[in-house]
């Protein structure tokens, strides 16, 4: 027995774990969760949960968290119309936001885009003013 350590491939090829892995019909969606939309990170479903709308994928860490600071702090909520219209278009308008900074009242457009680290964020974009107006 020549056992230098080594193995050849050749020998432990049928053992290796490449092809024939068809996860398409296995995947897994936790339990009590509606789907509502694809994830923009990975495609996979993003399910309706306790605490945020996840994607369906383990290894993926998309999430849209409900109680969610960048909209609490314009007095909006992560409700399952927003978090399906962000899905399916990256982008959602939303009408009668409060800053609870300013106390101002507007209406914006809420665009979402995924960092580097599968991670949610978000942008505010305003609708732009027919007459033109500086305002600080
Ligand atoms: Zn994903």
Redesign the pocket.
Same mark, same amino acid.
């Given at each position: 027995m020549a056992d230098n350590g080594w193995v050849d491939a050749a020998d432990i090829e049928e053992e290796l774990p490449f092809g024939g892995f068809d996860n398409s019909e296995d995947v897994e969606v936790p339990a009590g969760g509606d789907v509502i939309g694809k =994830?923009?990170? =990975?495609?996979?479903d993003?399910v309706d949960r306790d605490q945020a709308y996840f =994607?369906?994928?383990y290894? =993926?860490?998309?999430a849209l968290w409900k109680n969610n600071r960048f909209f609490q702090s314009i007095t909006k909520e992560m409700t399952k119309e927003l978090a399906t219209e962000l899905l399916e278009k990256g982008e959602a308008k939303l009408e009668k936001c409060v800053s609870v900074r300013t106390g101002k009242t507007f209406n914006c457009v809420v665009k979402m885009t995924t960092d580097d680290e599968?991670r949610a964020q978000f942008a505010l974009e305003f609708p732009k003013r027919k007459k033109k107006s500086k305002e600080d």
């Open positions: =994830c923009p990170v =990975c495609g996979a993003v =994607c369906s994928d290894d =993926c860490s998309f599968e």
